[in-house]
């Protein structure tokens, strides 16, 4: 089971913290991600967290977000700042792993300019 939470309605250079709270997933053993989708197109990745800590994030969003777990709560974070019009989508956490398969119906962000 998945709930991600966090999402809404900002104007640009706003703040917000997504949420991804899980059962079943073993952070230890698996590198969680986030993802989003603009209406109308494909899935991409957004960010990515390795179980060693090491990071990975896509150009466009570097500087702005982070990515972070906490295992004892078996819970992903994305905290994101200065928000854009072009973050504009629905955000989904996944595994970190090819084909992006969201885990759960996702959490929308709408960034206003």
């Known amino acids: 089971q998945v709930v991600e939470s966090g999402g809404g309605s900002v104007q640009a250079g706003g703040s917000l913290r997504l949420s991804c709270k899980t059962s079943?997933?073993?952070?230890?053993?698996?590198?969680m991600a986030w993802a989003r989708q603009v209406p109308g197109k494909g899935l991409e990745w957004v960010c990515g967290?390795?179980?060693?800590?090491?990071?990975y994030y896509i150009d466009s969003v570097k500087g702005r977000f982070t990515i972070s777990r906490d295992s004892a709560e078996n819970t992903l974070y994305l905290q994101m700042n200065n928000l854009k019009s072009e973050d504009t989508a629905v955000y989904y956490c996944?595994?970190?792993?090819?084909?992006?398969?969201?885990w759960g119906k996702g959490t929308l962000v709408t960034v206003s300019s």
């Open positions: 967290l390795y179980t060693e800590g090491v990071t």
């Open positions: 079943g997933v073993s952070f230890s053993r698996h590198a």
């Open positions: 996944a595994t970190f792993s090819t084909p992006i398969t969201p």
